[in-house]
């Protein structure tokens, strides 16, 4: 565009009416002439802004393309427009619309150009925060993976999201402003399009459930929300569509069938009576062992219903214990009698397990399992292990009093004739009382092992640092004659007889004397507690050792690595300890290097272990024992 000389005055009084800054330059785009409202605007001098100045009020960010659109416009000889940022003489950054148009001479060349900058700041922001909002509201659609598209009254895509795409396998400028028929098979484009078609017709929001492929193939399943989208008039003018793809839902949902199925199956084929009941303890389910052996059905069994085939003398109990797991949420187990088709009772362990959903309790899984031949099997073998105890306790029992004899008078019959014997007879005299001597410590270790069976198992603390002192005092006179040292640190208190952790800590302090090295016998006692409720006990001494193959076998019965002639005593100490640690559900073991001493390690309860209450109510035939006994029977 150019403008003619006698149209120039009247064109740049239009100009300086509608613009806030007006310029003029030369045929070559450089200013050679003072403009005021640049200079108030910007703030720069002439001598600043003439030739090229005014670029340095140009946005560094806008300056190369502000540049570049000028020297074109001025090249080509073309009207010139560019939209960028100008310093204000505030600092501010404001947006400009420059626009610039050639001046034509008499000779048809340009010989200027008369140009003017309006405030589009306004304006801009208006379009950036549009542009922001618009940016936002895509990247919230493109983030969902739910299908979001609109459709106008024909069925053509308006707009839809990246999800939408991906399962349409196009990208999202092929979709728009095209049907379904036209980027789909019909098969499976006609079926949604009807749908469609329907919902603009009623104006009705539907729900419903729809398949389509994905690119590769694969079925997907969807929840489908159709609604109409209308005009300000509320005049349908299409469709909005939210799809969920709830495939894997699907998926869960077959294999939840599925492994219900499975579950029934392998309910109703297990040996035990199986039950399940809700967050209350109402049964709504047994297997099928449940009705083969009871003989009764769901209508009669459901809820508490079960109370009836249970035996009379028991239900009370069970109702009262099983009603107190439901309400704490603490697993149940009992033992109990239950009445089957036939009539009779039998004896069933029975457990019952909560199943929660984080913190709630959603409902309880339990199962019966038939232990009638168990307990029979069981008092049977109580029955002769008492018996085979009562008879080596009658027998250790009643052979001391002879071997007590033997003893006596084998010592008599040194001391009284020995002026009468000649040496092979006082030798074998002496061997006659050492092997007696043996035996009676042999028979009183026996009585002893029989003895640990049949003590109380303690419910009280024990004071491990008492215990310890009065072994000690015990063994002071050998621990003398050896020059031997027993060292401990503070010690913990145990859940265990004071008799028992006696005969524990004497007989293992006693082995360390008995197999010590060439160095005088030096023991460390210690213990350390642990979060499991037991305490670690270790007897650390620098005898003689033993090889590793033999830790296990050092604790059998008259176990021994060494004969009596080289190291004395009755090989049973050490399973006389493992026999009470036993007892408390304890472990004993051993660790040892030959020449380099052994350790010995045990446990014992801080809290009382379950399934000791029977044993602290079971007495001994013979009292109490109030002694170490086979201390250095090792």
Known sequence: MSVQPDNEARFCALVEASAQIVWATDANGLIVEDSPSWRTYTGQTFEEWRTSGWLDCVHPDDRESAEGSWQEAVRNQRPFYHEYRIRHMSGEWRWTAGGAVPLAAPDGKTSGWVGMNTDITERKNVEMERDRANALLTTILDSSPDVILAKDREGRYLALNEATARILGLPMAEVIGRTDGEISKPELAEPIMEVDRGVMQSGKTISIDEQYPDPGGKV????????????????????????????????????????????????????????????????????????????????????????????????????????????????????FPLRGKDGTYRWFLSHALPIREGDRIIRWFGTNTDITERLKTEQELRRANDDLEQFAYSVSHDLQEPLRSVSIYSELLIRRCADRLDGEAQELLRYLAEGAARMEALVGDLL???????????????????????????????????????????????????????????????????????????????????????????????????????????????????????????????????????????????????????????????????????????????????????????
């Open 220 to 335: 997907h399943f969807f929840q489908s929300i159709k609604a109409p989208l209308r005009d300000e008039a509320g005049t349908p003018m299409g469709i909005v569509v939210v799809s969920r793809d709830v495939t894997k839902q699907k998926q869960a949902e077959e294999a939840l069938c599925k492994s219900e199925e499975e579950f029934r199956t392998l309910a109703d084929n297990i040996s035990q009576l199986a039950w399940m009941t809700d967050e209350s303890g109402s049964v709504f389910w047994y297997n099928q062992r449940w009705y083969d052996y009871t003989g009764t059905t769901f209508e009669t069994m459901r809820g508490w219903g079960w109370r009836a085939v249970h035996h009379p003398g028991h239900v009370e109990r069970v109702v009262a214990h099983i009603r107190h797991c439901f309400e704490t949420g603490k697993t149940w187990e009992d033992t």
């Open 448 to 634: 002893e092992y029989t003895r640990v069976v049949k003590l109380d198992v303690s419910t009280d603390k024990t004071d491990a640092n008492s215990v310890l002192a009065i072994v000690l005092s015990n063994l002071a006179e050998t621990m003398a004659g050896l020059d031997a040292k027993v060292i401990s640190r503070e010690l913990p208190e145990v859940r265990a007889s004071p008799v028992h952790l006696q005969q524990i800590l004497q007989n293992l302090i006693s082995n360390a004397l008995r197999y010590r090295g060439r160095e005088s016998p030096v023991v460390h006692v210690d213990a350390t507690q642990h979060d499991g409720g037991y305490a670690l006990f270790s007897v650390k001494d620098n005898g003689i050792g033993f090889e590793p193959q033999f830790k296990e076998q050092i604790f059998g019965l008259f176990k021994r690595l060494h004969t009596s002639t080289e190291y004395p005593g009755t090989g049973l100490g050490l399973a006389i300890c493992r026999r009470i640690v036993e007892r408390y559900r304890g472990r004993i073991w051993a660790e040892s290097t030959p020449g380099e001493g052994s350790t010995f390690y045990f446990t014992l309860p801080r809290r009382l272990p379950r399934m000791l209450s029977h044993h602290a109510r079971r007495g001994q035939p013979g009292g109490r024992v109030s002694h170490a006994g086979g201390a250095g029977s090792g």
